[in-house]
């Protein structure tokens, strides 16, 4: 099973400001790394594919980059519907499909 | 648009069996290249695959909960089905079902249900 590893557990961020998430994989899944928001009370929402390709209708403030076993997700400017909890998946080695813990991005 | 709806009991008794089902509309569940399977959230806790299926009848399930996991289609009435054996409180989650591909990851996703395993 591959592990993911998300970091930090909690990122904290003016508005406005750069938030740079991360995530690590146990071993390589290639290109194969999905981005995903959720916010209280509601189903996580595909951000990212692929590593780097934006679902439909995520605003370009989101990227994702990386390959093998290091990720990044990117939001430029965070804006106050951004504050949430991010997980990242991969979709290489499977089953089982594994996602990494979270990093919580708040309000500094 | 795509979209699924989970429904179920909200509560089962531990020892019992956990039985949800997911309607799929705006699209076939037939439809080529897709699975179509379940995703659970403890309380205040992070994502787990329970499994899948593909179009095909094919299954696909998290060796964690192999033992007692079954994932079923019924095309006739466009949708899916979790079983669930043996269920405890560790059980307890708000259950998503979810289409996924190998290529756009999992999109899109059910609203979720919670089931509380308690007697």
């Known amino acids: 099973e591959i592990v993911m590893t998300q970091s930090p557990a909690t990122l904290s961020v003016s508005p406005g400001e750069r938030a740079t998430l991360s995530c690590r994989a146990s071993?390589?899944?290639?290109?194969?790394l999905a981005w995903y928001q959720q916010k209280p009370g509601q189903a996580p929402r595909l951000l990212i594919y692929g590593a780097s390709t934006r679902a439909t209708g995520i605003p370009d403030r989101f990227s994702g980059s990386g390959s093998g076993t290091d990720f990044t997700l990117t939001i430029s400017s965070l804006q106050s519907e951004d504050f949430a909890v991010y997980y990242c998946q991969q979709y290489n080695n499977w089953p089982p499909l594994t996602f990494g813990g979270g990093t919580k991005v708040e309000i500094k | 648009q795509l979209q699924l709806q989970e429904s179920g009991p909200g509560l089962v008794k531990p020892s019992e069996t956990l039985s949800l089902t997911c309607t799929v509309s705006?699209?076939?569940?037939?439809?080529?290249?897709?699975?179509w399977g379940w995703i659970r959230q403890p309380p205040g806790k992070g994502l787990e695959w329970i499994g899948s299926?593909?179009?095909?009848?094919?299954?696909y399930y998290n060796p964690s909960l192999k033992s007692r996991v079954t994932i079923s289609v019924d095309t006739s009435k466009n949708q899916f089905s979790l079983k669930l054996s043996s269920v405890t409180a560790a059980d307890t989650a708000v259950y998503y079902c979810a289409r996924w591909t190998p290529v756009t990851a999992i999109l899109p996703w059910g609203q979720g249900t919670l089931v509380t395993v308690s007697s």
């Open positions: 299926i593909y179009y095909s009848g094919s299954t």
């Open positions: 705006g699209g076939s569940i037939s439809s080529s290249s897709y699975y």
């Open positions: 071993q390589s899944v290639s290109s194969n």
